[in-house]
């Protein structure tokens, strides 16, 4: 079963959604980037939170039936970065997003309002 970029971002934000993540946004890259159509940007309080939006992710993403190509940063759960193909997910600690403020870096990309 093959699913479009715009499903997966559905499913991912979704995901994140249903765990609580903080200020979840979705950019649009197409255009923009090569690397991916979308990014997810969230963050959680805590590492527990932020493992467990990450791993919600994993788990509806497989569930559709799409393998995940990439995964890092489980283990410090600081910030974790999900390749999923057309969507690449980044669930950060909210201290290290507010460091790393890769909105900032992606600005030439459009927010995605409906997801």
């Not at 990450?54 to 759960?77: C, P, Y």
């Not at 910030?79 to 669930?91: A, E, I, N, Q």
């Amino acid at each position: 079963m093959s699913i479009s970029s715009k499903e997966l971002l559905q499913i991912a934000v979704e995901a994140a959604d249903d765990k609580k993540a903080m200020n979840i946004v979705a950019l649009d890259l197409k255009g923009v980037s090569l690397v991916a159509d979308y990014f997810v940007i969230c963050h959680g309080n805590s590492d527990t939170q932020v493992q467990a939006i990450a791993t919600e992710i994993r788990k509806r993403v497989q569930e559709s039936g799409v393998q995940i190509k990439g995964l890092e940063g489980m283990n410090s759960a600081r910030w974790v970065l999900m390749d999923l193909g057309d969507v690449v997910v980044h669930v950060f600690h909210r201290d290290e997003r507010e460091y790393y403020n890769i909105e900032r870096l992606w600005s030439d990309a459009k927010v995605v309002n409906k997801v």
